[in-house]
């Protein structure tokens, strides 16, 4: 099967991209369907999927609480995360379960904290934990476009931050 970059919401792209230079950041081979690959360039660990759809670049960190993504499970177009349990829609950037920890939605519903089936709820003691749990935002996923040159997958990455001058 040929290797093409997935449609993806054009609303969701990661700032800094438009008008940069693609990178090479696989090859396709590297990366075949059901795979899922992290690379990094400079301070930006990028997570790239080959899902049903095609390929997608997300940032490789949930847009919840910042873990690696790729240490998650794949399923068809779905993350999800090692930490929280929730998962994401590589489709669509949103969340289609929310993290055990509840918090706001992309819209800024609240959803309270939950258990998987078989384990205890979780109990919450009030406090600034729980505060800061409970106004913790996840946010839709952020994409950099991809586009496949031949063998090769690129993708639009935003311009490396330099540190201050020394
Ligand atoms: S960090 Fe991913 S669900 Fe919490």
Same mark, same amino acid.
């Given at each position: 099967m040929d290797t093409r970059a997935a449609p993806f919401p054009l609303e969701l792209t990661a700032p800094g991209t438009a008008d940069v230079d693609f990178s !090479? =950041? =696989? *090859? @396709? @081979? +590297? /990366?075949? !369907?059901?795979a899922m690959r992290r690379v990094t360039r400079g301070d930006l660990d990028i997570l790239l999927v080959h899902t049903p759809e095609g390929v997608v670049a997300v +940032?490789?960190?949930?847009?919840?609480? *910042? @873990?690696? /993504?790729? =240490?998650g499970e794949l399923e068809g177009s779905i993350v999800g995360c090692p930490l929280h349990e929730g998962r994401f829609d590589l489709r669509t950037g949103n969340p289609v379960q929310m993290p055990t920890t509840g918090g706001l939605d992309p819209d800024g519903r609240y959803h309270p904290t939950w258990s998987p089936a078989g384990r205890e709820p979780k109990t919450d003691p009030p406090g600034l934990k729980a505060e800061a749990r409970r106004l913790t935002r996840v946010r839709r996923l952020r994409y950099f476009p991809v586009r496949i040159a031949g063998e090769r997958i690129e993708v639009a990455l935003p311009p490396v931050p330099r540190g201050p001058a020394t």
């Open positions: !090479v =950041l =696989l *090859s @396709a @081979a +590297e /990366l075949p !369907v059901g +940032e490789d960190r949930c847009p919840h609480m *910042s @873990a690696p /993504l790729s =240490l």
